[in-house]
């Protein structure tokens, strides 16, 4: 490896690179490292150009490369950055100086050292990714020439490696790099392991060779018909992804489908499907294992059309299918994104960088339903982002201007709801103070905390935080002005002589709710306390019926003294609510029994009920964690209920559906739902302005929550989908 050897390869993808400045660049390096050596005896500067190549076979533009060369003369030689910034400008300088920064972490502990580690890795993205892809460069070097370093060290430097690096090459997507630096630690990590899975590659390797050469030849016979450029090539799986599926899932090798593969480049996404078509009628498909990463990317943005394919001899192997700039993204990933592109506006690869790290920033912190968080964090993501972190090093994304009031909501809730105070890097903060990238925050949490403020409306900074400020006033609210009211009314009582013990019992309190159109004695309370409804209306009920009860009373015992019939006078009732048409409840001796759903937690079906059963109107169902099943005064009233499952019960779900406009779509979706049995009460679709995208809502007749989340899945599959969510009422 020269100088030489570097320019060349930067010359075979960018012709007109600054050649002297790269020289410069190398230039400088050899003399701030003249007399050092690596471990090897060689001298130090055969190390910087390494780097500068991995960073050069990654297509990255000259400034990066220059980093590469100049990576380590900042920490371990007289050269100065004020040196740097006279001679190599701004640009190459910050990024020199993020991967030195990146380096000084030696003094904590193990785990702390790690975590930080991590740490300056995510900040050092959120400012320029180059820095990350320079110190992967670096790493996957330094891995390389690892053999001659002591036994400890390797095992060091091997974990410290496949904990950090491993992880955000895979997250940026640079599967290159990812795929040696896992390969390199495992014959670091395990040695028996990682030879015993070489052994085993290399004894059919002949075999297999002839058998991918088989399969090419045929597959490139039938693609020349179709009239397309293609380029065919065998595809070596890495050892580290034949071990992990041999010691982590248990397998043989023998039981591991694909350790044959080729790959398929063309030019356009059509070509991609034309391609797997033909793929199909050649060799029989494995059922199940075609999976479409073109309609459905992976969080890290690759696509691919994969297929595992029977071949000559019942020989399984894989075939994937992906256009040039599909492969430029698996290969190099974000560093696809950075690199040197002739002819490209500044402009625009910047927007589309942006919009990558964005991407990416969002696909990483969710792992199921990605459309889902998106559409629920729209409004944060679309402002600008500070990165800050938790004490335990998880790193925390949120709206510039953000305050730890936000971090504690988006931690979760009941950390927001609990707040009582914030420290940010050890030090006690206001709850208003703007989070500056990196901080650790600390939030201060109190069970006894009088609950968020309203004050905390006019500088919490993300939509999320607002609405959930919001949503706490409305249900903390209503149990405090159920408090209230209920005081109000035992008050009330007392002050005219009535006992409230006697005079608030349960049958009184459901006659009040009935005749005052109420559906629990809880809203009741509710409306006194908040004001809607005054004590007086209330206490003159409970005060009449107290008065009749012990009219009543006080008849009876005359009634035994003159032995006349009593005069039976029926309780209103109140009718049966909406609600027992629609779902069934089994419970013991429950079906001739009036049902109805208490407003106060309104089960839907799945989740855990009970009933309660109440004074002349039937039973009420609860959630089973219902404040006021917890706190009822009468859990003899207490029966267990259940979702009747044998019932076609139906309720009612709007899902909505973002999909390429393709003709087709909408039949497929209809097509979908009959096949499922599921009935569409109502269908919408409009296409976007340009006729890139269709949006569709769909309202589905559904039986339960699970139903939903399968009828997602299944649409999730069709080919053109975008993203699906339920949308919410
Ligand atoms: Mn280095």
């Known amino acids: 490896m020269t100088i030489e050897t570097l320019i060349d390869k930067i010359k075979s993808y960018h012709p007109t690179t600054d050649e002297a400045l790269i020289r410069r660049a190398y230039h400088a390096a050899s003399v701030a490292h003249e007399g050092q050596k690596r471990n090897s005896g060689e001298p130090y500067i055969i190390h910087p150009l390494h780097v500068a190549y991995i960073l050069a076979e990654l297509q990255m533009d000259d400034a990066t490369i220059c980093a590469g060369l100049l990576h380590d003369v900042l920490e371990d030689t007289e050269f100065t950055k004020d040196d740097m910034i006279t001679t190599f400008g701004e640009e190459i300088t910050t990024l020199v100086d993020g991967v030195t920064k990146l380096k000084q972490l030696q003094s904590k502990s193990k785990v702390e050292n790690q975590v930080d580690n991590y740490r300056k890795m995510v900040m050092a993205m959120a400012n320029d990714i180059r820095v990350i892809i320079v110190k992967l460069a670096d790493r996957l070097h330094n891995l390389r020439t690892l053999d001659y370093k002591d036994r400890e060290k390797q095992i060091e430097k091997a974990t410290e490696t496949i904990e950090i690096y491993v992880p955000i090459a895979h997250r940026l997507g640079i599967s290159t790099i990812k795929s040696e630096l896992e390969d390199l630690c495992l014959k670091f990590l395990d040695p028996d392991a990682y030879y015993e899975v070489s052994r085993l590659v290399n004894k059919r390797i002949d075999e297999r060779k002839a058998f991918i050469h088989e399969i090419i030849q045929e597959l490139s016979e039938e693609l020349d018909k179709l009239n397309m450029k293609f380029e065919i090539s065998g595809r070596p799986k890495t050892l580290y992804s034949i071990y992990k599926k041999m010691y982590q899932q248990n397998k043989s090798f023998d039981q591991i489908f ?104 969002e696909w990483q912190k969710t792992t199921t339903d990605s459309s889902e968080y998106m559409e629920t964090l729209k409004g944060d993501f679309f402002s600008d982002e500070v990165y800050v972190f938790s004490p335990q090093g998880d790193v925390v994304e949120l709206a510039r201007g953000s305050t730890p009031v936000d971090f504690a909501y988006r931690i979760h809730s009941d950390v927001g709801n609990h707040c009582v105070g914030a420290k940010v890097n050890g030090r006690l903060v206001p709850l208003d103070h703007v989070l500056e990238n990196g901080v650790i925050v600390e939030i201060l949490t109190s069970k006894n905390s009088a609950g968020p403020s309203r004050d905390w409306l006019k500088f919490v900074k993300t939509p999320s935080t607002k609405q959930k400020i919001r949503q706490y006033f409305k249900h903390a609210k209503r149990d405090e002005n159920i408090e209230m009211g209920r005081d109000m009314i035992v008050q009330d009582l007392k002050k005219d002589g009535v006992p409230p013990n006697e005079a608030m019992t349960e049958e009184a309190l459901q006659n009040v709710i009935a005749r005052m159109s109420f559906s629990s004695p809880n809203d009741l309370f509710a409306a006194v306390g908040f004001g809607s409804q005054t004590v007086g209306s209330v206490t003159s009920k409970l005060k009449e019926l107290f008065e009749e009860k012990r009219e009543k009373e006080a008849e009876k015992n005359r009634e035994k003294e003159s032995d006349k019939a009593a005069l039976h006078v029926p309780t209103q009732q109140k009718g049966p609510t909406a609600g027992d048409d629609t779902i069934r409840i089994r419970g013991e001796g429950v079906t001739n029994l009036q049902v109805k759903f208490a407003q106060c937690c309104t089960p839907v079906p799945g989740d855990k009920i009970v009933g309660y059963i109440t004074m002349g109107r039937g039973i009420s169902v609860h959630r089973a964690d219902c404040v006021n099943i917890l706190n009822t005064q009468n859990p003899e009233r207490l029966i267990e209920v259940e979702w009747d499952q044998t019932e076609n019960t139906k309720f009612f779900s709007t899902i909505t559906i973002r999909a390429a406009n393709k003709t087709g779509y909408m039949a497929s979706v209809v097509e979908l739902m009959t096949k499922q049995d599921v009935n569409m009460s109502g269908i919408q679709a409009h296409t976007d302005p340009e006729g890139n995208t269709t949006t569709i809502v769909l309202t589905l007749e559904i039986e339960d929550a699970n139903q939903v989340q399968e009828l997602m899945r299944k649409i999730r599959q069709l080919q053109n989908t975008i993203s699906v969510y339920r949308t919410k009422s």
């Open 258 to 361: 694909d350790v044959s593969a080729i790959r398929v480049i063309v030019d356009t996404v059509k070509d991609c499907y034309s391609v797997l078509g033909v793929v199909h009628t050649l060799w029989k498909p494995i059922p199940r294992r075609f999976k479409d990463y073109i309609a459905m990317p992976k969080a890290n943005m690759y696509q691919s059309l994969h297929t595992t394919l029977i071949g000559p001899g019942g020989e399984t192997f894989e075939v994937q299918i992906r256009t040039y700039e599909m492969h430029q993204t698996a290969e190099y990933g974000i560093a696809a994104h950075w690199s040197y592109k002739e002819g490209k506006s500044k402009r625009s690869s910047f927007d589309e960088k942006l919009t990558w790290v964005r991407q990416l920033m």
